[in-house]
């Protein structure tokens, strides 16, 4: 048996940021105004310490801002603040969220020195255009430099990027992912644009001056991402913006805000495969999509979606979904007459 995981996080809001992305204002969507101390962390190692199980691995997680763009002495401070943690066994290991222009060798020394084992880049895309209208301040050859320099160096490279961006398509987006596959991360988020209150993009939009990336638009193209990120056997970490009180309260003002949003790009990917596999039947006819057990649901979708959607476009009878002995994500067709 393996020891169970668990990520204690620390925030670190606009830290480090050198500008302001159109889209971004990590107060609102982390729900945290403060900004992380030495006390942060010790509170919240001890803290996450009491709730995990023992043999639990855990590992300490810098989110929110740049952290290697912090002036070198307070990321030390932090760092300081878990040594003591990291030596005693209550914490494994260090992760990290960064831009890829504050990365180089000595930055990546100094994060090797106080047990970094991985390090997250906010690529957001690989297109400079869209780079370059979302205010972002790097370039998308900056991202694969640093990705590179990073997985050289021994970390673990996780790549955040973004879909429905100022400028941006589904191939864009698409091909970003194709991109960042050739950079072979251990790991990605995708992040589908929320507009939040309070930025620029919120202003944008409001003057007409940005076409909403909606929670369908995202589920249309997070679908076609994640067969290609499955293909390539890369993890999907997260995906879609953490919800919060603050975001779900009217803070996400537009944009592909849902709280269950990788619940309905799994049950869009089914839904696909299964248009696949129906092409041919013939109308009126009464069939069964035999799925893994876990995939039931995601197969009928939310309030049968998926079902009444394949009855119509198929002219079906009767589609029903059924528990059966396949692999998680496969789908076999009976049918019944």
């Not at 290991?93 to 060798?105: E, F, K, N, V, Y």
């Not at 209150?197 to 990336?213: C, F, I, K, N, S």
């Amino acid at each position: 048996m393996t020891a169970k995981n668990s990520i204690i996080p620390v925030f670190v809001p606009h830290l480090g940021c050198p500008n302001d992305c159109v889209f971004c204002n990590q107060r609102r969507i982390s729900g945290h105004t403060q900004p992380a101390t030495a006390q942060t962390v010790k509170d919240a190692i001890e803290n996450g310490a009491a709730l995990s199980p023992a043999g639990t691995k855990r590992q300490l997680a810098f989110y929110g801002g740049s952290f290697t763009a912090i002036p070198v002495h307070e990321q030390i401070s932090l760092f300081e603040a878990a040594q003591p943690y990291l030596a005693d066994g209550t914490i494994d290991s260090i992760r990290l969220s960064t831009r890829p222009d504050a990365i180089d060798g000595e930055v990546l020394s100094r994060l090797k020195k106080y047990g970094v084992t991985t390090v997250e880049l906010g690529a957001q895309s690989l297109d400079d255009t869209v780079l370059h209208l979302s205010g972002r301040g790097h370039t998308a050859k900056e991202v694969e430099d640093a990705s590179r320099l990073i997985k050289q160096e021994g970390f673990k490279l996780v790549l955040q990027m973004m879909t429905g961006l100022p400028g941006d398509t589904d191939e864009k987006s698409l091909e970003t992912a194709r991109k960042i596959i050739a950079l072979k991360p251990d790991g990605v988020r995708v992040y589908p644009t929320v507009i939040v209150r309070d930025t620029v993009l919120y202003d944008m939009w409001q003057a007409g001056q940005y076409p909403e990336h909606t929670v369908e638009d995202a589920v249309r193209v997070c679908a076609k991402l994640s067969e290609l990120f499955d293909e390539a056997n890369i993890p999907i970490i997260r995906m879609g913006l953490n919800p919060t009180e603050d975001l779900s309260g009217g803070d996400a003002a537009g944009g592909a805000y849902h709280p269950a949003l990788g619940e309905l790009v799994r049950s869009r990917i089914m839904l696909n495969r299964a248009r696949g596999l129906l092409r041919g039947i013939k109308p009126e006819s009464r069939v069964v999509l035999n799925v893994n057990k876990s995939d039931v649901s995601k197969m009928t979708g939310q309030h049968r979606a998926n079902t009444n959607i394949l009855m119509q476009e198929f002219k079906l009878k009767q589609l029903k979904v059924r528990s059966a002995d396949v692999k998680s994500g496969e789908i076999t067709v009976t049918v019944l007459d």
